[in-house]
C-alpha cells in the first residue's frame, strides 16, 4: 500500500476551522485577481486538489505553499481566457477616461494638491476592513489595469511575465500600472485613510 503525500497528511490533519480558513483565504485572493466567483471558486479547488496530489516538503507554511501554487492555477486560467475570448469592454473604458495623472499633476509637473499624508501605513495592512476596501478598490479599476496591478504588487510577477500573459507591450504594462497606481492611491484617500 502506497503511502499518501505529505501534503495530504498535511491537509488532513487540519481541523475544519482551519481548513476553511485556508480556503478562504484562497477564494478571496483568487477573486481578487479572477474577479469572477465561479472562476476563483474553481481555482481554489484546483489548488486544494493539486496539494493532496502533490509531496509537501516543508520549506514554507502550509498557506505559503498552497498560495504558491494557486498563483500557478490563476495564470492558467488567464492563459486559457485570452486565447477563449477577447477582452471585455473594460479595454473600450479605459480608452474613453481621461488620463488620471492630469487630475493629479499641474502642466509644470507639481501636485495640483499635495497627498495627504497616511500616517503609519503598515498598520493597515493587518486590518481586515483594509483588505475590503482595497479588494473593492481593484473591482473600481478598468478591468485590465486591475489585473495588470494585481499581478504586478499581489502576485509579484514580474514586467515581462505580465506581458506574456496578457500579450501586451511593455510600456503599455507601465502605463496600466501607473493609472492603476494612482487610481489606487486615491480610492485608498477616499475610503481608508480619511475614514
Known sequence: ???KPEAAA???TLDGARFEEYRSYL?????????????AEDAVQETLLAALQSDFAGRSSVKTWLTGILKHKIIDHVRRQSREQPLDD???REDAEADIADEFFAEDGH??????????????FEAKAFWMVFEACVDSMPARAGRVFVMREVMELSTEEI???LGI???????LLHRARLAM????????FKA
Not at 477564494?27 to 472562476?39: G, I, K
Not at 495640483?112 to 501605513?121: G, H, K, L, T, V
Open 27 to 39: 477564494l478571496r485572493y483568487a477573486l481578487l485577481q479572477l474577479r469572477d466567483p465561479t472562476a
Open 1 to 3: 500500500m502506497a503511502a
Open 163 to 165: 506581458c506574456k500573459e
Open 185 to 192: 492611491r486615491e480610492c485608498l484617500e477616499m475610503k481608508w
Open 90 to 92: 473594460g479595454e473600450r
Open 169 to 175: 507591450t511593455a510600456t503599455n504594462c507601465w502605463v
Open 111 to 124: 501636485w495640483r494638491e499635495f497627498p495627504s499624508d497616511w500616517n503609519a501605513p503598515d498598520r493597515s
Open 10 to 12: 498535511a491537509l488532513e
